[in-house]
């Protein structure tokens, strides 16, 4: 027997309402320890009101949201299948011709809906409104500014050093040979007036300098002078290159894979960019996979304690795959797993163990 429109939106209904006071429960438990947490870390700033506070919440909060909704979708489905069990609904369901197939296509479709609104309109402002907050973060709690930008032209480096500013760029950086390339430097005092400027083929990191190697030296008022190489003071290393990049949970979903060309067309590390754009894309269908999940939870017929055990088993499994999801994200970022694979594993994982149970549970 097929599944009628009538109880498919009775389903999607009962399903909606449940996430939508889940959203708002675990929402709000874990918003209230985001917030503790921010007013500890600002604690003792002078400078940092509670409005100030408030405003950052406000701005990460979206980015939080989005990391927990694959956890919230879980339990409003596990919820929503409960409540259909315990009221005699599911075995109804079942005994007119239905299979659990069928009853769990509606809700997994929901689910990737919700999935596909979050990849292509969510995220695009949450990923805005978290640059925000660490734009926030570093100006009043690290006390320090973003120092990075990259175009088509190379990449922008900016640090400050004891009595002035130094604004470094450079086309091209070699990791392995702590090397860039077509350098130039620019240096400003303290009011952020020119000093000096130097143009070089190529720059060499080593502890605390920056060799510079057959270039340009201008000073303010003078004239250019030709220099073959020349110790220029800084503070950058290689690790701090790759660290100062935007944060990849800051860049939209359309334009991580533009931004990790540029930075591979530049010498530089694109591997997390690529890693968080294939999260992106795999948390979509890992939202319906999480539904098919709950349904492996809750459908059984209830039996005494069974409800304990529900609970239990949905607290565990979710810090499981929460344990799964880090592990394989860290792995996949530092290089140790190729990106689509470590994106792709807790869905495949997920999806794997849903559907075996449940065709063992059918038809076993």
């Not at 290393?237 to 990790?260: C, G, H, W």
Request: proline share 3%; hydrophobic share 50%; charged share 15%.
């Amino acid at each position: 027997m097929r599944i009628t429109y009538s109880l498919s939106k009775y389903l999607i209904s009962n399903f909606m309402k449940w996430f939508l006071i889940t959203s708002g429960a675990i929402g709000f438990i874990f918003a209230l320890f985001d917030l503790m947490e921010l007013f500890r870390r600002t604690s003792g700033k002078a400078d940092i009101g509670i409005d100030l506070v408030l405003k950052m919440f406000l701005f990460r909060f979206p980015n939080f949201f989005q990391e927990i909704l694959p956890f919230i979708l879980f339990f409003a489905a596990i919820i929503a299948f409960w409540r259909l069990n315990r009221n005699q609904e599911l075995l109804i369901i079942r005994a007119s011709g239905v299979s659990i197939w069928q009853i769990l296509t509606p809700l997994a479709g929901t689910a990737l809906l919700i999935g596909l609104i979050d990849l292509l309109v969510i995220n695009s402002f949450s990923a805005r409104m978290l640059d925000k907050f660490y734009n926030l973060e570093n100006k009043y709690i690290y006390q320090e500014q973003t120092p990075f930008s990259i175009s088509k032209n190379g990449f922008w480096l900016r640090e400050t050093l004891k009595d002035k500013q130094v604004i470094l760029h450079a086309t091209h950086f070699d990791a392995k040979a702590q090397t860039l390339y077509n350098v130039s430097a620019y240096a400003f005092d303290e009011d952020d007036r020119f000093i000096e400027r130097f143009d070089a083929k190529q720059g060499i990191l080593t502890d605390g300098h920056l060799q510079l190697n057959h270039g340009w030296h201008l000073l303010k008022d003078g004239f250019p002078e030709q220099f073959t190489t020349h110790q220029l003071n800084t503070t950058l290393s290689v690790n701090s290159i790759q660290e100062s990049f935007s944060d990849p949970k800051t860049l939209t979903f359309y334009s991580l894979r533009s931004y990790a060309k540029l930075l591979e067309t530049s010498g530089l590390s694109a591997t997390q960019y690529f890693m968080q754009w294939h999260t992106l894309l795999a948390r979509c269908i890992w939202l319906a996979v999480m539904v098919v999940l709950a349904a492996t939870f809750s459908m059984a017929p209830l039996r005494s304690g069974g409800t304990v055990r529900l609970l239990i088993g949905g607290i565990s499994i979710t810090f499981l795959l929460y344990f799964l999801r880090d592990m394989t994200y860290a792995l996949g970022s530092a290089g140790n797993l190729p990106p689509l694979l470590a994106a792709w594993v807790p869905t495949i994982v997920t999806g794997f163990f849903a559907t075996t149970k449940l065709l063992y549970s059918e038809d076993g």
